[in-house]
């Protein structure tokens, strides 16, 4: 099964508003962190956001916020107030506690924003 | 975050021969990590390079192929051996470092090599 799953390949988004980018993922580790990655044309991984499995609260980070539902095991990433220097790819990843240092990515989402 | 910087950024090489790419980083890390990207695809994670011991390998990819050396903790190099077209892809190193809250990995700016 997948660890990391991102269903959305390919999102378009007028500039200024906001997306929403899913990912859901699959551990039965008590303890584990997820993360969202952006990597733009250049090929870049660059780090946003992440969200601890034992955090209450959902993380921010300027115009990102993570949309964390523990339950449904889903951690969307959620972008507002779209620029046109959001467009790359989105990789939502994980990394398990008892499984080391390893990073799991999910395949990624693709973000257009129109102008 | 950390400063990590990569040689070559891309290379066009010949099937049949091998390539070393660098990865240096600002300040002494315990463990550096090595990803590949197939176009079009996610990143997967070839092997760990912890200093002054064998590198350890996820399943798919050995040392043969891939060799590895960790001479100190700010360095490391991945060398692509014997290639062919199926090597090309994007090699990306990274390192972690602890924050307030998490540790996280921050990653260079990816070597991009194509195989003809």
């Known amino acids: 099964a997948q660890k990391i799953t991102q269903t959305q390949p390919g999102m378009f988004v007028q500039e200024k508003e906001a997306v929403t980018l899913d990912c859901t993922y699959d551990?039965?580790?008590?303890?584990?962190?997820l993360f969202w990655y952006k990597q733009p044309s250049s090929g870049e991984m660059i780090f946003l956001i992440y969200?601890?499995?034992?955090?209450?609260q959902n993380a921010t980070e300027g115009r990102y916020s993570l949309n964390f539902q523990k339950a449904r095991k889903s951690a969307n990433l959620v972008i507002s107030a779209s620029q046109l220097g959001d467009s790359a790819m989105y990789f939502c990843?994980?990394?398990?506690?008892?499984?080391?240092?390893?990073?799991?990515f999910g395949g990624g989402t693709r973000l257009m924003v129109k102008p | 975050s950390a400063v990590i910087s990569q040689k070559p950024s891309r290379d066009i090489c010949q099937r049949g021969t091998s390539l070393t790419i660098q990865c240096q980083v600002d300040?002494?890390?315990?463990?550096m990590f090595w990803y590949r990207q197939q176009p079009g695809q996610s990143l997967t994670l070839i092997a760990t390079?912890?200093?002054?011991?064998?590198?350890?390998?996820e399943s798919g990819f050995v040392i043969d192929k891939f060799p590895i050396s960790r001479p100190n903790l700010t360095f490391s190099t991945l060398t692509v051996s014997n290639m062919s077209p199926e090597d090309s892809s994007i090699y990306l190193c990274?390192?972690?470092?602890?924050?307030?809250?998490?540790?996280?990995?921050?990653f260079g700016p990816g070597t991009r090599l194509t195989v003809l």
């Open positions: 969200q601890g499995s034992y955090d209450q």
């Open positions: 551990t039965s580790d008590p303890s584990y962190g």
């Open positions: 300040s002494q890390v315990t463990m």
């Open positions: 990843a994980m990394r398990e506690d008892n499984a080391g240092n390893m990073l799991t």
């Open positions: 990274s390192v972690e470092r602890s924050g307030s809250d998490s540790d996280t990995q921050y």
């Open positions: 390079a912890n200093q002054g011991s064998e590198a350890t390998y």
